[in-house]
């Protein structure tokens, strides 16, 4: 089963930790918002460190 990382945008305070904890997963794109990038699998440690460490606790793994 594919996993993919979700983030509540309306809880996200932007404060890029995810990006710096796992930059192949996310980004912020031009409106200043980040955004999981498409990826056919994603590096699990990296992913589970922006989940542990995100501040507003709102990055999630979804069951595809
Ligand atoms: S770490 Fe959490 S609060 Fe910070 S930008 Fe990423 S999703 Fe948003």
Redesign the pocket.
């Given at each position: 089963m594919m996993k993919r990382p979700i983030?509540e945008l309306s809880d996200?305070?932007?404060?890029?930790?995810?990006?710096a904890a796992c930059p192949a997963a996310?980004r912020m794109n031009d409106a200043g918002f980040?955004e999981v990038i498409d990826l056919s699998a994603y590096p699990d440690d990296e992913v589970n460190e922006?989940i542990r460490?995100?501040?507003?606790d709102?990055?999630r793994w979804e069951e595809e």
């Open positions: 983030v996200c305070i932007r404060c890029e930790v995810c990006v996310f980040v922006a460490d995100c501040p507003a709102c990055i």
